[in-house]
Nanobody, 124 residues
Framework: QVQLVESGGGLVQAGGSLRLSCAAS????????MGWFRQAPGKEREFVAA????????NYADSVKGRFTISRDNAKSTVYLQMNNLKPEDTAVYSC?????????????????WGQGTQVTVSS
């Protein structure tokens, strides 16, 4: 089965940047849509960003639009989330997800495989 492993989380000051990586063990990675979601303690999981399997379509939550960028490197079977101008409200566990030949869906239920997540903490 597909395995996803996130990395790159950490503690940063407000206004700083982080780049998250999601390494995928998937025979069909180049045909997988990839998404990023986050969940803060006591809150529901929320959509952050997604990239269609073709790489031609992106989708961002309004709260991160203009600050975050999702990208993929099929040769490395890795998806990235570049996070700039981080805010304290961005603090959460960030998880990546995959769906075979999916579009850039914002619905968590559309994804079939999930990573364990990486913690991002933004201090004021």
């Amino acid at each position: 089965q597909v395995q996803l492993v996130e990395s790159g989380g950490g503690l940063v000051q407000a206004g700083g940047s982080l780049r998250l990586s999601c390494a995928a063990s998937s025979r069909t990675f180049s045909s997988d849509a990839m998404g990023w979601f986050r969940q803060a303690p006591g809150k529901e999981r929320e959509f952050v960003a997604a990239l269609s399997w073709t790489g031609r379509t992106t989708n961002y939550a309004d709260s991160v639009k203009g600050r975050f960028t999702i990208s993929r490197d099929n040769a490395k079977s890795t998806v990235y989330l570049q996070m700039n101008n981080l805010k304290p409200e961005d603090t959460a566990v960030y998880s990546c997800a995959a769906r075979f030949r999916g579009d850039a869906s914002s619905r968590a239920g559309n994804y079939d495989f999930w990573g364990q997540g990486t913690q991002v903490t933004v201090s004021s």
